[in-house]
């Protein structure tokens, strides 16, 4: 392994780097940051490293399940029985002790060192205390949403901010906020208060609920979720160059629909200069997560809390992918059942419809159990249903933020059949954009 010392920054490798100065010790720090190589526009900008192997693999899908990553312990990232590709370049076969102490601890942050601007990352780190949030559009979503995060978020929000094209609904609910408090301890919950459009990336965490183009109930279209997506991506696309030119610095958080694809629009289109070159100057991939994977994963423990046979689901299941086609429900890790899981994916996949039968927009558990409960998970460092970059795609997995990056659920193993379906999906995303 190869240490250097950056503007006061320790950086690790496992190949040597030129330019860098000398080598030094190996440091105890706080924080050790690892070079780790990645395409350049699809490979993620940096994570937290919770496996060895993910020095080598940790771009892709294989991040999430620790018997598919390169076991950096024994005799290679291949094994005995295979032979390395073409393109291989000898690496040493084992991190030292100074990264394993590093991964136990939870701090090693893995850096892409191919994106440009990859050293401004040494200086960063999440800022401490409460956190202002400010939302984009106060319709539906916008202001279930909103409450949520008035009566829950007193602990993590300082303030929020909320803009909308219609300064109307903007004085209805500044004004209905203020007047929600307890009796006696009136700073209790963050104030709201009206914003213009150049304040909106003054903050720390973005939420993006505006939406056009929404179908009426009753209407013939099957998927609501790709019908708004090409007017939804104009309007991210317009305040993704918003957030480029203000140096946004926080966490952009997609939660209308489709969230996934919106959020890869964010990041690329935040990262295109006047000519439409991708110069890598906006949002790095991790300022951006999908908010959406949360209702899906709650729709589904509905339905395994009617069920007996779908129960495992409670306190083994897992939910993975987009919010819409692609999802998929499974209904245990430890005691995976294709047919359990694939009846729980249907169930949850047409919740939305069954409400549309009833006669009403399925919007009021989206806004809370995708929107105001899991951002305020994220905003706490808690464990939450998101999408995060991998494998080039927003991908909704359990994750969470903390100091040494965004960090994804690692299990034992992922069994092959429902592997197959998280591969399936990210594939089906790769189409959209």
């Keep these: 392994m ?10 690790v490798s496992m190949t040597p780097m030129e330019g860098l100065g000398p080598e030094v010790e190996p440091t105890g720090s706080w ?37 598919r990553l390169p076991d950096l312990d024994s005799t290679g990232p ?8 073409p393109d291989y370049r000898p690496i040493p076969l084992m991190v030292d002790e100074n990264v394993e102490q590093a991964i136990a601890d939870g701090r090693l ?35 279930t949403l909103l409450t949520g995060l008035k009566l829950l978020g007193g602990d993590v929000i300082s303030s929020i901010g909320i803009c909308d094209l219609s300064d109307q609904i903007t004085a209805r609910w500044e004004f209905e906020m203020g007047q929600i408090s307890l009796p006696w301890n009136y700073d209790a919950f963050p104030e709201v208060e009206v914003i213009s459009p150049e304040q909106l990336f003054d903050c720390d965490m973005f939420v993006f609920v505006a ?29 993704a160059k918003m957030a480029r030119e203000a140096r946004f610095q926080g966490l952009w958080c ?45 729709r589904a423990a509905y339905f395994a809390k009617r069920d007996p046979k779908l129960a495992c689901f409670l306190s083994e299941g897992r939910s993975f992918g987009p919010h819409g086609t692609g999802l998929w429900i499974a209904n245990s890790i430890d005691h995976y059942d294709e047919a359990l899981s694939q009846e729980l ?5 047409t919740a939305n419809l069954k409400m549309r039968e009833i006669g009403f927009k399925p919007y009021v558990a989206p806004a809370l159990s995708s929107g105001a409960l899991s951002l305020l998970l994220a905003l706490r460092g808690e464990w939450h249903c998101g999408s995060v970059f991998l494998d080039g795609i927003y ?37 959209i954009i």
């Excluded at 190869?2 to 950086?11: M, R, S, V």
């Design 2 to 11: 190869y240490y250097y010392n950056i503007d006061g920054a320790a950086l």
């Design 211 to 239: 939406s056009k183009g929404i179908p009426p109930v009753g209407s013939q279209v099957k998927d609501v979720r790709m019908y708004q997506f090409e007017n939804n991506a104009k309007i991210v696309a317009h305040y």
């Design 395 to 431: 991908m909704g997995v359990k994750n969470r933020y903390t100091p040494a990056g965004v960090e994804t659920e690692l299990l034992p193993r992922i069994p092959d059949p429902l592997f197959s379906h998280i591969r399936e999906a990210a594939e089906h995303l790769k189409t």
């Design 31 to 67: 924080r050790l940051f690892a070079a780790v190589p990645g395409d350049p526009v699809l490979g993620r900008g940096s994570f937290k490293v919770t496996h060895p192997g993910q020095l080598l693999d940790g771009h892709g899908l294989e991040a999430l399940d620790a018997s």
């Design 254 to 298: 997609a939660v209308s629909d489709p969230v996934d694809p919106l959020a890869k629009t964010a990041y690329l289109e935040s990262n295109q200069d006047e000519n439409g070159v991708f110069d890598g100057k906006g949002l790095r991939p991790e300022q951006i997560q999908g908010f959406g994977l949360g209702v899906m994963n709650a």
């Design 78 to 85: 291949w094994g005995e029985a295979l032979m390395p590709p």
């Design 109 to 143: 942050t893995a850096v892409n060192v191919s994106r440009p601007g990859w050293e401004e990352l040494l200086k960063w780190s999440p800022k401490a205390g409460k956190k202002r949030v400010n939302i984009l559009a106060i319709g539906d979503v916008g202001s």
């Design 345 to 349: 994916t249907h169930l949850t996949v």
